[in-house]
């Protein structure tokens, strides 16, 4: 569609949807700055689909982005923060390393910066909410390449059980934990206890996936059908606040493409990507990372204990043997019985 010394922007048709793809450049200098960021707002603002641009933007977003060196000013202009907050845009985040750039050498470099990034607009993130940057090894350059990964691969991984507060203004709810909960279960209160919460946890699961539907109301009124529409509305709020887990909003805003996209960016902080070994390496496979965690768990807990010879005859015995022939024994019928009688 558009290049130039700067930028470079393609338009791109899959599966999805069509979007705007922008490699930037971010010149350092004021004088050519100005104009470089100038033609990539411009470029973006009259784009009206979604879009994402990557690329090396020699910017930082705030302090926790470089180590060392002159922290800049704050009446500096920020114009990677001016394109974020005038195209109502998110970044992207990373895996891998945290910078992306480093002065002199990466090992013992004094200066290092996150300059190259992601940022796309609202409506490419919600289309694409699995997409990783991955930051990859610097070969002979002190920037590090960065990757959009826009097609990977479902790895399943087991979810823990939530209860969801929009069930709760379902009639249909607490029948199904009654009747669970109230089911006979003849073990230790300890056992019980737990056997019960797996019961409702499986019911509700159950419920959830095959019943909670709406219902059909395609001979209700017009006024039937505007009453259910606002109750789902509500429910739908409700499911998007508590997942995006933004709690200052009150109820009745009814942004839910803000929700949406909180968590979605919320479970993206949350995953792993890829973690570091011990000797430097950088594991990127979901099975790998996850046996990974489990070896260091099972290491980290295991306890091999070496005694000494013969440290059970530093301890004396505090009862005879004859008394701990007959704690051992079995009482008879008859001991148990006179045992029961005398209580």
Known sequence: MEFNKSLIAIKISDSILDWLLVRFYGPPYYTKKKKAWGNLLALLAAHQGPW??????????????????????????????????????VDLGYSGNKFTWAKGKWGNAVIKRRLDRGVASISWRLAYPKITVSHLSAINSNHAPILLDTCLADSFAHRPFRFEAVWLRDEGCKPVIESTWNKEVHRLDFVKLYKKQVATRDA?????????????????????????????????????????????????????????????????????????????????????????????????????????????????????????????????????????FQM
């Not at 990557?54 to 990677?80: H, M, P, R, W």
């Open 52 to 89: 994402v641009c990557v690329g090396d933007f020699n910017c930082i977003l705030n302090e926790d982005e470089q180590i060392g060196g002159c922290k800049g000013s704050s009446s500096t202009t920020n114009y990677l923060k001016e394109l974020m907050f005038n195209l109502n845009s």
């Open 204 to 340: 509700l699961r159950k419920w959830n996936k095959e019943i909670r539907h709406p219902s059909p109301v395609n001979e209700l009124a017009e006024q039937s059908l505007q009453a259910e529409l606002f109750e789902w509305l509500i429910r739908s709020e409700i499911l998007w606040r508590q997942k995006s887990r933004e709690l200052w909003l009150k109820l009745g805003d009814k942004n839910f493409k803000f929700f949406h996209l909180s968590m979605i960016i919320c479970r993206r902080n949350n995953n792993i990507d890829a973690i570091k070994k011990e000797d430097g390496t950088w594991i990127h496979d979901s099975n790998q990372i996850r046996k990974l965690f489990r070896n260091n768990f099972v290491d980290l807990f295991k306890e091999d204990i070496d005694f000494p010879e013969h440290v059970e005859h530093l301890i004396l015995p505090c009862i005879t043997e004859e008394e701990n022939e007959m704690l051992e024994r079995i009482p008879s019928p008859e001991e148990i019985k006179d045992t029961l």
